[in-house]
Nanobody, 123 residues
Framework: QVQLVESGGGLVQAGGSLRLSCAAS????????MGWFRQAPGKERDFVSA????????YYSDSVKGRFTISRDNAKNTVYLQMNSLKPEDTAIYYC????????????????WGQGTQVTVSS
């Protein structure tokens, strides 16, 4: 089992930045892939970004590429999502995911989820 706790969400103006954190426990963190998804009201949960266990390979959705950066600190069992140049359409609940065992771009491809953290971008 993996327990995930997200933090760092909040309200920010368009063009601003936020950094989300996800602290993991319960498994060997350095051996599992980590990811971020988001879900806006009335919409499906969408892939945002993912990172391989060694932190070298990273993946992004087209909508955030060039603005968001995923990273991980295996010594701290934590994955981060640095979000820059935020837009109102980035408003959503952001979820941390762990241990991909399928298509990492789909929610069904992940085994464990955090409770989510709200990000609101005002125009």
């Amino acid at each position: 089992q993996v327990q995930l706790v997200e933090s760092g969400g909040g309200l920010v103006q368009a063009g601003g930045s936020l950094r989300l954190s996800c602290a993991a426990s319960g498994r060997t963190f350095s051996s599992i892939g980590m990811g971020w998804f988001r879900q806006a009201p009335g919409k499906e949960r969408d892939f945002v970004s993912a990172i391989a266990p060694n932190g070298i390979s990273t993946y992004y959705s087209d909508s955030v590429k060039g603005r968001f950066t995923i990273s991980r600190d295996n010594a701290k069992n934590t994955v981060y999502l640095q979000m820059n140049s935020l837009k109102p359409e980035d408003t959503a609940i952001y979820y941390c995911a762990a241990d991909a065992d399928g298509n990492y771009r789909l929610p069904d491809g992940w085994g464990h989820w955090g409770q989510g953290t709200q990000v609101t971008v005002s125009s």
